[in-house]
């Protein structure tokens, strides 16, 4: 069964500290690994996205870093701000498999002053 | 990034009724999609919405219960058939243009009374 497993379930960090979130996945064939961020009420908004031949992406304050050994992918928020508060959710999709994307279970992300 | 729309944006029904969803993208699009959000949960893929086709259906849902069509490359709706209280949930469409991202509308939030 293709899977993809999230850590943690929420993650509370102090303003302007570093936000950490794992995902790990089983099937080899993925090879296009997305993160998206949802506020309440709304749909989830494509964040960030990484493909295996990179080890590391980064743009602006969020940053993928990818393990393709060990099947891991993260997602790095430096400065993390009150404003990033949300609920981010990691994926992976086969290219040519119909773009279906797979979820992870999500991380509720609090930032606090 | 293509934008996309879903009406209605809510919806109250009562048991045994249908809804049918409409989604629109502001630009001609290979592939939609439709998925399911628990209240707090991740997000399952329900179908592909083939364009000239019938849909492309995900373990777990058949046509009788949620029957899409998409009679074109920017429009595509989805019917949930004779609902029950347990088909309360968050439903969106997503779009790709052939290449991986997928972008999200903002959902339907649907209350089987």
């Known amino acids: 069964q293709q899977q993809v497993k999230q850590s943690p379930q929420s993650l509370i960090v102090q303003k302007g500290g570093i936000s950490i979130i794992n995902c790990a996945y089983e099937n080899t064939a993925f090879d296009y690994f997305p993160w998206y961020q949802q506020f309440p009420g709304k749909g989830p908004a494509l964040l960030i996205a990484i493909r295996p031949d990179v080890s590391e992406k980064k743009e602006g304050r969020f940053t993928i870093s990818f393990n393709k050994s060990a099947k891991q992918f993260s997602l790095h928020i430096m400065d993390s701000q009150p404003g990033d508060s949300a609920t981010y959710f990691c994926?992976?999709?086969?290219?040519?498999?119909?773009?279906?994307?797979?979820f992870g279970t999500g991380t509720q992300l609090k930032v606090e002053l | 990034s293509a934008v996309i729309s879903q009406k209605p944006s809510r919806d109250i029904c009562q048991r045994g009724t249908s809804l049918t969803i409409q989604c629109q993208v502001d630009?001609?699009?290979?592939?939609m999609f439709w998925y399911r959000q628990q209240p707090g949960q991740s997000l399952t893929l329900i179908a592909t919405?083939?364009?000239?086709?019938?849909?492309?259906?995900e373990s777990g849902f058949v046509i009788d219960k949620f029957p899409i069509s998409r009679p074109n490359l920017t429009f595509s709706t989805l019917t949930v058939s004779n609902m029950s209280p347990e088909d309360s949930s968050i439903y969106l469409c997503s779009s790709s243009a052939g290449y991986n991202e997928q972008f999200f509308g903002p959902g339907t939030r649907l209350t089987v009374l």
């Open positions: 919405a083939n364009q000239g086709s019938e849909a492309t259906y």
């Open positions: 630009s001609q699009v290979t592939m």
């Open positions: 994926a992976a999709s086969i290219t040519g498999g119909g773009n279906k994307l797979t």
